[in-house]
C-alpha cells in the first residue's frame, strides 16, 4: 500500500531533550516536507526537501533540522525542544513540483 | 512571502444544500492551488486542485474556480452530505520553485442533516 509512515504518533517529552520523529514514503517521491499544525493557523510548512541531499526551509524552520540521506526517509530533528514545539506535525511527500502531498498520520508531540 | 487568506472560518449548511469557501493569495507568482479535506482526527487529504492555466475544474460534487487577476479561488460543494463535514484547507504554491505550499487557516463545514 502507497503510504507515508511517521513515527511516533505520539510523544510527550521534556524541555531540551533531543528527539528525532521519522518519516518514510514507499512511492519512490522526489518531494518531501514537513509541517505542524496549531489550531487557528492551519499548517505550516518547516522544511521540504526536493531530493536527497537537496532542502530548504519552510516558513518556521526555527528550533527544527531535517536530513535527506535516501530518498523514501525524511526524519524531522529537534535538537533542544521548547514548549512553543507542542504540536501536531504531519510529514508529505509528492511525486513532483505542481502536484499535491500525500500526508502521513502525524505526530502529535507535547513539550513539557 | 506568500499570504492566504480563507473565508469563512466556520460554516453550516443543511445537507443537500451547497456550500462556498473562498481564498484569496497575495503572490501572482503562485500556480498552483491544492484543497485539502481533514476529517477529525485525520490526515489531510488532497480533493482537488487547480493550475493557473486553468479558470475551473470539477470533480462530480466539487468544483474550484480560480480568478487570477483578483488573486482568489473558491471550493464550490454541491449537494452536501453529512459526511462532507470536516475542515478544509486551501494553499498556494509556485509549482516552478520546489514545494513550499502555503496554507489557508482552514475552514470548519457542517453539515446540519
Known amino acids: 500500500e502507497a503510504q507515508v509512515t511517521q513515527n511516533p504518533r505520539y510523544l510527550i517529552t521534556v524541555t531540551g531533550k533531543k528527539l528525532t520523529v521519522t518519516c518514510s514514503q514507499n512511492?519512490?517521491?522526489?518531494?518531501m516536507s514537513w509541517y505542524r499544525q496549531d489550531p487557528g493557523l492551519g499548517l505550516r510548512q518547516i522544511y521540504y526537501?526536493?531530493?536527497?541531499?537537496?532542502?530548504d526551509k519552510g516558513d518556521v524552520p526555527e528550533g527544527y533540522k531535517v536530513s535527506r540521506k535516501e530518498k523514501r526517509n525524511f526524519p524531522l530533528i529537534l535538537e533542544s525542544p521548547s514548549p512553543n514545539q507542542t504540536s501536531l506535525y504531519f510529514c508529505?511527500?509528492?511525486?513532483?513540483?505542481?502536484?499535491?502531498?500525500?500526508f502521513g498520520s502525524g505526530t502529535r508531540l507535547t513539550v513539557v | 512571502g506568500e499570504n492566504v487568506e480563507q473565508h469563512p472560518s466556520t460554516l453550516s449548511v443543511q445537507e443537500g444544500d451547497s456550500a462556498v469557501i473562498k481564498c484569496t493569495y497575495s503572490?501572482?507568482?503562485?500556480?498552483?492551488f491544492p484543497w485539502y479535506k481533514q476529517e477529525l482526527g485525520k490526515r489531510p487529504q488532497l480533493i482537488i486542485d487547480?493550475?493557473?492555466?486553468?479558470g475551473e475544474k470539477k470533480d462530480q460534487r466539487i468544483a474550484v474556480t480560480l480568478n487570477k487577476t483578483a488573486k482568489h479561488f473558491s471550493l464550490h460543494i454541491t449537494e452536501t452530505q453529512p459526511e462532507d463535514s470536516a475542515v478544509y484547507f486551501c494553499?498556494?504554491?509556485?509549482?516552478?520553485?520546489?514545494?513550499?505550499?502555503?496554507f489557508g487557516p482552514g475552514t470548519r463545514l457542517s453539515v446540519l442533516p
Open positions: 508529505a511527500s509528492s511525486v513532483g513540483q505542481g502536484i499535491g502531498y500525500t
Open positions: 512511492m519512490n517521491h522526489e518531494y
Open positions: 526537501s526536493m531530493n536527497v541531499e537537496v532542502t
Open positions: 503572490d501572482s507568482a503562485s500556480n498552483y
Open positions: 487547480i493550475r493557473s492555466n486553468v
Open positions: 494553499a498556494a504554491s509556485m509549482s516552478n520553485y520546489g514545494q513550499n505550499f502555503v
